[in-house]
Nanobody, 119 residues
Framework: QVQLVESGGGLVQAGGSLRLSCAASGRTFSTYAMGWFRQAPGEEREFVARIWWSGGAIYYGDSVKGRFIISRDNAKNTVYLQMNSLKPEDTGVYYC????????????WGQGTRVTVSS
């Protein structure tokens, strides 16, 4: 089993920045990729960013390209999401997820951290 714990959410004004962290523990040797997703009130969950644990290939959702940066610290089993130039539409609960295979569903999810961007 793998446990994921997010932190770093909060309230920020539009144009500001926040940095989210997600620490993984447990059977982390099986990690293939980690990702960030978000869900706004009344909306479906949206893909934000993904990073391969080996090699570091990175992918972003169209709505965050050029503003968000995903990174990892393999030694700490932690993935980060640096969010810059935040907009009110970035408001939501941000979830960290982990996948043990190159394709398919993310098997493990964190509890989420709330981000609120005020206009």
């Amino acid at each position: 089993q793998v446990q994921l714990v997010e932190s770093g959410g909060g309230l920020v004004q539009a144009g500001g920045s926040l940095r989210l962290s997600c620490a993984a523990s447990g059977r982390t040797f099986s990690t293939y990729a980690m990702g960030w997703f978000r869900q706004a009130p009344g909306e479906e969950r949206e893909f934000v960013a993904r990073i391969w644990w080996s090699g570091g290939a990175i992918y972003y959702g169209d709505s965050v390209k050029g503003r968000f940066i995903i990174s990892r610290d393999n030694a700490k089993n932690t993935v980060y999401l640096q969010m810059n130039s935040l907009k009110p539409e970035d408001t939501g609960v941000y979830y960290c997820a982990l996948r043990t295979a190159p394709t398919g569903e993310y098997e493990y999810w964190g509890q989420g951290t709330r981000v609120t961007v005020s206009s």
